[in-house]
């Protein structure tokens, strides 16, 4: 059941206490899951755009000169409001900033799905946004949580679509300190999850669930390059990911969940990792990426509403600027003729719709298993994140970002705070354990990198840089590279001939301290899955031992370590790690 409604339910608008507790959801002790699903519409009005004059998407005016009068601006906007100032609505994703919307492609959506079984319950809300600060994504916890509903037991996440508005405030444009946000959007969202939220919870009905997962590596040859078995012509591509990060781990489960009710396909949640980015840097349209053709499709076949949940996006999991064997407008595979399948490259409208609809089968054959739920538990853990990163400093304080500075922890139950020169602040946020009967999920409030929640492959050249120069792990890794010291590329540009932003940890690990797990073995049940972007979200969770402390937005150096631009700081993985230990049964 598709809802899709603006419902006249603000808690601002009556009385809090006049509402049930959990809005009326059915808490009883029978041993029946009941669900609910709701969709509300929240793409942005565009009234403001540009003349693009060299067509790359950019916008390259000045904010205060609508006529591009002066020699320094060179395409010019539409004042529509008169008040000479450049109302854009910037698009989050892809670089600095600067590309600002001209209009629409597909709508975008918050989408929530509220549970219950024998008296616990929760609510999952995932919205078509690059991300949710935790300032932002608190408020809406709270604002349900004065109405009744536990703010403990709300997940709000974000798909991470870079064709949608800047939620963050890091694309308006960052080297001027000029934000991408709009707060009168900021707080429509506040209202879009409330009412999304009511919606599901008060249509909530008794529902059957199966669920199961797949992985891509081994669905079809054609998802990865003959360097990894297959026989996708992209040597990069593994799973229908092309990691940018080296060493190539990827994160290629779809675990999907169904739920059917009385009248049939009641809701699918997807689970998976890879970007929504691959519609491209030049899309001026705002959309869902990928992931608005895989709910498109799944609802076509299904019926029912389909929801994405991003799962390990971090290091670059994306198709990007890959090879996707193709796929017609029936979804069935393309042949030339003379009888080889045919691959489609690139970015663009028709790769996403490629890319959409192969995740959307992969999600519609996963859920095979029809073990009636027993379970559902949701049990969090308070955490603390060290911002070591100046770059994130200085666009704090000079709110570009959708967290007010004071919102921030800078005492002394912050780690580090006073000892270490590096931290800056605290980000309070939490870790969330999910357990939905066999299926289990773990949350972070950032773009966790794959080898963190499966570990490292136990192979010859994740232990030794000196086997890493022509490996498939390793494609960005140079030769001058195989005898250097990564005690020194840690922390210096070079290390004799070897650009050090080239180079990884040798021997790559997850952790210093190796009784340190991977996440997945810290959580219950045959399907296992963590929840990206959740609750807050403060860029890159990268492996401490991995991580650069001279590639950063203050030097400009990048690399391979791009990540690390838009990270909390090194300690973030370690917070995130000891928060999912203490959550370990």
Same mark, same amino acid.
């Given at each position: 059941?598709?809802?899709?409604?603006?419902?006249?339910?603000?808690?601002?608008?009556?009385?809090?206490?006049?509402?049930? $507790?959990?809005?009326?959801?059915?808490?009883?002790?029978?041993?029946?899951?009941?669900?609910?699903?709701?969709?509300?519409?929240?793409?942005?009005?565009?009234?403001?755009?540009?003349?693009?004059?060299?067509?790359?998407?950019?916008?390259?005016?000045?904010?205060?000169?609508?006529?591009?009068?002066?020699?320094?601006?060179?395409?010019?906007?539409?004042?529509?409001?008169?008040?000479?100032?450049?109302?854009?609505?910037?698009?989050?994703?892809?670089?600095?900033? /600067?590309?600002?919307?001209?209009?629409?492609?597909? $709508?975008?959506?918050?989408?929530?799905?509220?549970?219950?079984?024998?008296?616990?319950?929760?609510?999952?809300?995932?919205?078509?946004?690059?991300?949710?600060?935790?300032?932002?994504?608190?408020?809406?916890?709270?604002?349900?949580?004065?109405?009744?509903?536990?703010?403990?037991?709300?997940?709000?996440?974000?798909?991470?679509?870079?064709? /949608?508005?800047?939620?963050?405030?890091? @694309?308006?444009?960052?080297?001027?300190?000029?934000?991408?946000?709009?707060?009168?959007?900021?707080?429509?969202?506040?209202?879009?999850?409330?009412?999304?939220?009511?919606?599901?919870?008060?249509?909530?009905?008794?529902?059957?669930?199966?669920?199961? &997962?797949?992985?891509?590596?081994?669905?079809?040859?054609?998802?990865?390059?003959?360097?990894?078995?297959?026989?996708?012509?992209?040597?990069?591509?593994?799973?229908?990911?092309?990691?940018?990060?080296?060493?190539?781990?990827?994160?290629?489960?779809? %675990?999907?969940?169904?739920?059917?009710? &009385?009248?049939?396909? %009641?809701?699918?949640?997807?689970?998976?990792?890879?970007?929504?980015?691959?519609?491209?840097?030049?899309?001026?349209?705002?959309?869902?990426?990928?992931?608005?053709?895989?709910?498109?499709?799944?609802? &076509?076949?299904?019926?029912?509403?389909?929801?994405?949940?991003?799962?390990?996006?971090?290091?670059?999991?994306?198709?990007?600027?890959?090879?996707?064997?193709?796929?017609?407008?029936?979804?069935?595979?393309?042949?030339?003729?003379?009888?080889?399948?045919?691959?489609?490259?690139?970015?663009?409208?028709?790769?996403?719709?490629? &890319?959409?609809?192969?995740?959307?089968?992969?999600?519609?054959?996963?859920?095979?298993?029809?073990?009636?739920?027993?379970?559902?538990?949701?049990?969090?853990?308070?955490?603390?994140?060290?911002?070591?990163?100046? /770059?994130?400093?200085?666009? %704090?304080?000079?709110?570009?970002?959708?967290?007010? @500075?004071?919102?921030?922890?800078?005492?002394?139950?912050?780690?580090?705070?006073?000892?270490?020169?590096?931290?800056?602040?605290?980000?309070?946020?939490?870790? @969330?354990?999910?357990?939905?009967?066999?299926?289990?999920?773990?949350?972070?409030?950032?773009?966790?990198?794959?080898?963190?929640?499966?570990?490292?492959?136990?192979?010859?050249?994740?232990?030794?840089?000196?086997?890493?120069? /022509?490996?498939?792990?390793?494609?960005?890794?140079?030769?001058?590279?195989?005898?250097?010291?990564?005690?020194?590329?840690?922390?210096?540009?070079?290390?004799?001939?070897?650009?050090?932003?080239?180079?990884?940890?040798?021997?790559?690990?997850?952790?210093?301290?190796?009784?340190?797990?991977?996440?997945?073995?810290?959580?219950?049940?045959?399907?296992?899955?963590?929840?990206?972007?959740?609750?807050?979200?403060?860029?890159?969770?990268?492996?401490?031992?991995?991580?650069?402390?001279?590639?950063?937005?203050?030097?400009?150096?990048?690399?391979?370590?791009?990540?690390?631009?838009?990270?909390?700081?090194?300690?973030?993985?370690?917070?995130?790690?000891?928060? @999912?230990?203490?959550?370990?049964?």
């Amino acid at each position: 059941m598709l809802v899709s409604l603006l419902l006249a339910c603000d808690p601002d608008a009556a009385d809090p206490a006049a509402v049930p $507790p959990a809005f009326g959801l059915p808490l009883l002790q029978d041993d029946q899951l009941y669900a609910g699903i709701a969709r509300v519409d929240i793409t942005p009005t565009i009234t403001e755009t540009y003349t693009d004059l060299d067509g790359d998407a950019y916008f390259e005016g000045c904010l205060t000169d609508p006529t591009a009068s002066r020699s320094a601006c060179v395409e010019p906007f539409d004042d529509v409001n008169g008040n000479g100032y450049f109302d854009a609505v910037w698009m989050g994703g892809w670089g600095g900033g /600067g590309r600002a919307a001209r209009g629409v492609h597909d $709508p975008l959506y918050a989408s929530a799905l509220v549970l219950a079984l024998n008296g616990e319950y929760l609510a999952l809300v995932s919205l078509d946004a690059v991300g949710l600060l935790e300032y932002r994504a608190s408020r809406m916890r709270s604002r349900l949580g004065a109405a009744g509903f536990s703010a403990d037991r709300i997940i709000v996440t974000s798909d991470h679509t870079h064709q /949608g508005p800047d939620t963050v405030g890091l @694309w308006g444009n960052l080297d001027e300190l000029i934000t991408g946000l709009n707060l009168e959007y900021q707080e429509s969202l506040e209202g879009a999850v409330y009412d999304a939220v009511y919606a599901a919870a008060t249509t909530a009905v008794a529902v059957t669930p199966a669920q199961g &997962a797949v992985r891509l590596t081994e669905v079809d040859p054609t998802y990865s390059g003959v360097a990894f078995g297959g026989t996708n012509p992209d040597d990069h591509m593994l799973g229908l990911v092309r990691d940018g990060r080296d060493p190539v781990v990827v994160d290629d489960q779809v %675990l999907t969940i169904t739920l059917d009710g &009385a009248d049939g396909r %009641l809701a699918t949640v997807v689970s998976y990792s890879a970007h929504p980015e691959i519609v491209g840097y030049q899309n001026e349209l705002l959309g869902a990426d990928y992931v608005g053709v895989m709910r498109s499709v799944i609802e &076509a076949e299904a019926g029912g509403t389909a929801m994405f949940v991003p799962s390990a996006v971090g290091g670059m999991q994306s198709a990007w600027d890959g090879t996707l064997p193709s796929v017609d407008e029936a979804g069935a595979p393309v042949f030339d003729e003379a009888g080889e399948r045919v691959f489609i490259q690139g970015g663009g409208y028709e790769y996403a719709r490629v &890319a959409g609809t192969l995740i959307a089968q992969a999600a519609i054959s996963a859920p095979t298993d029809t073990t009636p739920w027993s379970e559902l538990r949701v049990r969090s853990t308070p955490v603390m994140l060290p911002l070591t990163n100046l /770059g994130f400093k200085v666009a %704090l304080m000079t709110d570009v970002l959708d967290q007010p @500075w004071e919102t921030l922890v800078t005492d002394a139950s912050c780690p580090g705070m006073g000892v270490d020169v590096e931290v800056i602040a605290c980000v309070a946020t939490g870790i @969330w354990q999910l357990q939905l009967g066999p299926t289990s999920f773990g949350t972070v409030p950032g773009e966790l990198l794959p080898e963190l929640f499966y570990g490292v492959p136990d192979e010859p050249a994740l232990a030794s840089a000196a086997a890493r120069f /022509g490996d498939p792990r390793f494609p960005h890794h140079p030769v001058e590279c195989d005898g250097a010291d990564w005690g020194v590329c840690r922390e210096e540009p070079t290390d004799g001939l070897c650009p050090c932003e080239q180079m990884h940890a040798a021997p790559y690990t997850i952790s210093y301290d190796a009784a340190v797990p991977p996440l997945a073995e810290t959580l219950p049940g045959p399907y296992r899955a963590v929840i990206g972007l959740t609750n807050g979200y403060i860029g890159y969770v990268i492996p401490e031992p991995d991580y650069s402390s001279f590639t950063n937005a203050i030097t400009g150096i990048e690399g391979n370590h791009s990540e690390e631009w838009y990270s909390a700081g090194y300690q973030m993985a370690p917070a995130i790690q000891a928060g @999912w230990m203490a959550l370990e049964e």
